[in-house]
C-alpha cells in the first residue's frame, strides 16, 4: 500500500516519537474523555425522550474506541455531547480534564457528521480548508495541508470539483479529510464509512488507524459494523437502547498494527463473534458465523 | 445552455403573442367597445364591457413605434425616443439611489431580526403594516418633509425625496429575503460552525450569508422591480420634472391629439424594468456558485 506520508508534520513527528510509550497514565488530564454517570434528556411535546442514562466511560490518549449498538440507541447524541452540541441532563463530561465547552472552544477535537454537511459553494479544496482559513492559517501552509490531505483521501484530482459534481462516498471523504484538517488529538467520527464502498471502505480503515498512531489522536467512532469495530479498536463500547446505554466494553487486544493479514486472523475472528454475543446479549451459535 | 436559448425562445414568443392579441383584438373588436346600461343622452354612462378599437384608444403597434421616430413636439425638436430616453435614465438613476437604500435598510433590518428574536417580533409586523399604507398617502408627506429640510438650510432636491420613497417600497421584498435568507443554513453546517467555535460575524461571512444568496436574489428582483415602479409613480405625485412618470402623464394628456405618443414613455418604463431585472440577473450569474443545488436557476 502507498501510504500518503504525513511524517514531515510536527504533530506526526511527536506521535513517532512516544510510539514505544502508548499506553498512556490514568491521571485525568491524560484522558481524552471522562464520562460519569452522563445522561441526556430531550423534552419533546409527547414527553421526555431518555436519550442516555448512566453513561461511564473513558477514553484514554491516543486510544481508539469504537460506539456500537442499534438505531436510535444514542451513540449519535454521545458524540454531541462530547462535542458540545448538546449539553449534558446530569452527570459529569470532561474532555483532555476540561468540560466539553472548553474543549470545544480550545479547538482539542476534530468532528466528521454522519452526513458529510459539506458547503456547498465550495469547492473540496475550500471545503478541506475551511476550518483552517476561520483560524486563520496562512494560505501557503493551507495549500500543503489540503494536497497533503486531498491525496489521503484519494481524492487529489477532484480539488476543484464543487460537492454536488461529487457521488456521497467522495463526500464523504471530503468530510473525513476535512476533520482531519487540524490534526487534532481528539477525533469524533459518526460512521464516516457508512456510505463508501468495501475496497475504499477497508483502505481508509487502514490509513485512520495508521494516522491516529502517527498523531497520537484520540478516536471515538460511532459504527453499525461488528468486523469494522473490531478491526480499528482497542475497545468496542456496546450499547443498547430504551434508555441509551452503556451493556458492555470490549476491549479487542489485537495490538497496535493493523495490517490487512489481521482481517484473516482467528483471534480477529474470536473478538467479533465476543461483540456480536455483546450485542444480541445471549451468545450466537457458531454456525452463523460468516 | 439549450435550456436558456429554449427560455429565451419563450420569452420571444410570449412578447409576439401579446402584440398580436392586441393587434388582433383591434381588428376584430368594435370601434366604439361594447357598453351595456348607457342612458341615451347622457355621456360616460353605463358600463363598459369591451374595450374601444378605435385609433385614439388602441393605436396600432407600428404607429407606436413610428411615433418614437417622430419629432416630439412638431418643429426641430428632436425625435420622441430622445426626451424618452432621457427621461428613462433620469428615473433610472432615481430608482437605482432608491434600491441602494432600500437594499440597506432591508439587509440591516433583516439582519437585526435573524440575530435577536425579539427584534423580530418588534419589527416584523410594522414592517408589513408599513406596505399597506398607500404610496400616494405617504408620497406627499416625504415630499413636505422633504421641502422644510430644505428650507432649514440642508438641500434636499426633489429627486431625493422620490428615492426615498422607491426605497419605501424596495426595502420590504429585501428585509423578509434577507431574514428568510439567513435563516437558511442547515442545521449540520450551523454545528460544524459551532464545533469551530467561530463568532457570529464569521458565521454569517462564512455561512449565513453564501446560504443566504438563493432567497436574496428573488428578494432583490422584486425589490429592483418596486423600486422602479415606486420612481415612477413619486414622481407623478409629487410633480417632479424630468422623468419618465412626469412625461407619461403629459403625453398622455394629449392622447386625444396624439394618441401614439404616449407609449413612448410607456416602453420606456418597460425597458426600465428590463434593465433593472437585468442587472439582478447578471449579479445572480456572478453568484451562480452560491446557488448549487438550488432546484431551478
Ligand atoms: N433533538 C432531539 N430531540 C428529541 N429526541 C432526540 C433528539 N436527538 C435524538 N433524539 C432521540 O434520542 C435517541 C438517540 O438518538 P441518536 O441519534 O443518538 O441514535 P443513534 O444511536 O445515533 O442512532 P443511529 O444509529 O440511527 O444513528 C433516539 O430515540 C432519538 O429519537
Ligand atoms: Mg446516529
Redesign the interface.
Given at each position: 500500500m502507498s501510504a500518503p506520508t504525513t511524517g514531515s508534520t510536527p504533530a506526526a513527528s511527536t506521535g513517532l516519537d512516544s510510539a514505544g510509550t502508548d499506553s498512556t497514565g490514568a491521571d485525568s488530564t491524560s484522558l481524552a474523555v471522562r464520562a460519569a454517570g452522563v445522561g441526556k434528556i430531550f423534552p419533546t411535546k409527547t414527553g421526555d425522550v431518555v436519550a442516555l442514562t448512566g453513561v461511564e466511560l473513558t477514553v484514554a490518549a491516543g486510544e481508539f474506541v469504537s460506539l456500537i449498538g442499534p438505531s436510535g440507541c444514542g451513540k449519535s447524541t454521545l458524540l454531541r455531547l462530547i462535542a458540545d452540541l448538546d449539553s449534558t441532563s446530569s452527570g459529569e463530561l470532561q474532555i483532555f480534564g476540561k468540560s466539553a465547552k472548553q474543549a470545544r472552544i480550545d479547538q482539542d477535537y476534530g468532528i466528521a457528521f454522519q452526513q458529510a454537511g459539506l458547503l456547498p459553494w465550495r469547492t473540496v479544496a475550500g471545503n478541506i480548508e475551511l476550518p483552517l482559513e476561520l483560524h486563520g492559517v496562512a494560505k501557503e501552509t493551507r495549500r500543503a495541508r489540503v494536497a497533503e490531505l486531498a491525496s489521503l483521501v484519494g481524492l487529489s484530482d477532484f480539488v476543484d470539483r464543487y460537492p454536488d459534481q461529487l457521488s456521497g462516498g467522495m463526500q464523504q471523504r471530503v468530510a473525513i479529510a476535512r476533520a482531519l484538517a487540524e490534526q487534532p488529538r481528539l477525533l469524533l467520527m459518526d460512521e464516516p464509512f457508512g456510505a463508501l464502498d468495501e475496497m475504499t471502505r477497508e483502505y481508509l480503515q487502514g490509513e485512520l488507524t495508521r494516522i491516529a498512531k502517527d498523531t497520537g489522536a484520540a478516536v471515538v467512532f460511532v459504527t453499525h459494523s461488528i468486523p469494522e469495530a473490531v478491526f480499528l479498536s482497542d475497545r468496542v463500547v456496546v450499547m443498547s437502547p430504551r434508555p441509551g446505554r452503556i451493556t458492555e466494553i470490549l476491549p479487542t487486544g489485537l495490538g497496535d498494527v493493523r495490517s490487512e493479514s489481521l482481517r484473516e486472523s482467528p483471534e480477529y475472528f474470536e473478538r467479533v463473534t465476543a461483540v456480536r454475543e455483546a450485542l444480541h446479549g445471549s451468545p450466537v451459535e457458531r454456525a452463523n458465523e460468516r | 445552455m439549450t435550456k436558456s436559448r429554449a427560455a429565451a425562445l419563450w420569452g420571444v414568443v410570449g412578447v409576439l403573442a401579446v402584440l398580436a392579441v392586441w393587434e388582433l383584438y383591434k381588428f376584430a373588436g368594435p370601434a366604439e367597445g361594447l357598453t351595456v346600461g348607457a342612458v341615451e343622452g347622457e355621456n360616460g354612462s353605463g358600463f363598459l364591457l369591451l374595450p374601444r378599437t378605435n385609433d385614439r384608444a388602441m393605436p396600432h403597434i407600428w404607429d407606436m413605434v413610428a411615433r418614437l421616430f417622430q419629432s416630439t413636439s412638431g418643429g426641430s425638436t428632436p425625435p420622441l425616443f430622445v426626451p424618452v430616453i432621457t427621461a428613462a435614465l433620469t428615473t433610472l438613476g432615481i430608482a437605482a439611489v432608491g434600491l441602494v437604500i432600500g437594499v440597506v435598510v432591508g439587509f440591516v433590518l433583516g439582519l437585526l431580526m435573524q440575530r435577536f428574536r425579539l427584534a423580530e417580533w418588534g419589527l416584523l409586523p410594522w414592517i408589513v403594516v408599513s406596505q399597506t399604507v398607500p404610496l400616494i398617502a405617504f408620497a406627499p408627506l416625504v415630499a413636505s418633509i422633504g421641502s422644510q429640510i430644505d428650507r432649514m438650510g440642508t438641500p434636499w432636491p426633489q429627486w431625493l425625496s422620490v428615492a426615498i420613497i422607491a426605497s419605501y417600497l424596495s426595502f420590504f421584498p429585501v428585509a423578509v429575503g434577507v431574514l428568510r435568507g439567513l435563516d437558511a443554513p442547515?442545521r449540520?453546517?450551523l454545528?460544524?460552525m459551532?464545533?469551530?467555535?467561530?463568532g457570529y460575524w464569521?458565521t454569517l461571512l462564512?455561512?449565513r450569508l453564501?446560504a443566504a444568496?438563493p432567497h436574496l436574489l428573488p428578494a432583490l428582483r422584486l425589490g429592483a422591480a418596486s423600486a422602479v415602479v415606486g420612481a415612477v409613480v413619486a414622481e407623478v405625485s409629487i410633480g417632479m420634472r424630468g422623468g419618465i412618470g412626469r412625461m407619461l402623464i403629459q403625453l398622455a394628456g394629449q392622447g386625444s391629439s396624439d394618441p401614439a405618443a404616449p407609449w413612448g414613455p410607456t416602453f420606456g418604463s418597460i425597458a426600465l424594468g428590463l434593465v433593472a431585472a437585468g442587472t439582478i440577473a447578471l449579479v445572480g450569474i456572478g453568484l451562480k456558485?452560491?446557488r448549487?443545488?438550488e432546484a431551478t436557476a
Open positions: - | 442547515d449540520i453546517h454545528d460544524l459551532r464545533t469551530y467555535a467561530v464569521q462564512r455561512l453564501p444568496v456558485n452560491y448549487r443545488g
